[in-house]
Every structure is written in C-alpha cells, then in structure tokens.
C-alpha cells in the first residue's frame, strides 16, 4: 500500500472509532460528553475531506471526473449535515436516530 494509501486507511479506522465513541455518546443521552465527543470527530473529519480534496480527489479527477465530482458534492452534504447536527448538539435537541442515520452514511461513503 502506498503512504498515500496507509494514511486514509489509517483516518477511515480513525473516524470510524469517532463514530463508534459518538454513537455511545449519543445511546447514553450525557450531552456535555457529546458535544465535546462531536468537535473531536467534526475536527477530524473536516480535516480528512480537506486532504482528500487537496490531495486524492485531483489524481481522481484524472481519471474519472465525474466520480470525483460526486465526492466532492457529498462532502458539501456531509458538512451541511455535520453543521446541522453539531447544531442539534448544542440544542440539545439531537434525536438518537438522526446520529446513528448521519454515521451509517459516513460509514458508506468512507
């Protein structure tokens, strides 16, 4: 595998025990836990699509534009909904199954 390769396969474990943690967060209900459990995985996934973007998505792009394209427009998405949902954090406000629907499409995107 690549270093470029190592690295996202390291990250997708890396967010994918983000989700799992949130997920425990959001079952137990203990909002002060959550919240500070969602600004460590908004960080870190934030900054894994911006190195996609800077990094895996031009060499993509190369060879198939428009699945690049895709990528890049479910990012927007999965920001928008990182927003919303950190949003419904604060709110108090966030329903357990809206969380657990917003980390099975990370994981299916991942």
Known sequence: MTPLGQRLHAEH????????????????????LLDAGWEHLEAALLAHMDFEERHLLPRFARDDA???AQIRAEHDAIRRRLTELGV?????????????????????HA
Not at 88 to 108: D, N, P, V, Y
């Open 88 to 108: 419904a954090i604060q709110l108090h406000t966030l329903r357990e199954e809206a969380a657990l629907e917003f980390l099975a499409a990370l994981r299916g």
């Open 13 to 32: 474990q890396a967010l994918d025990a983000h989700f799992e943690d949130i997920a425990n967060r959001v079952h137990v209900g203990d909002t002060a």
């Open 66 to 68: 428009a699945e690049a």
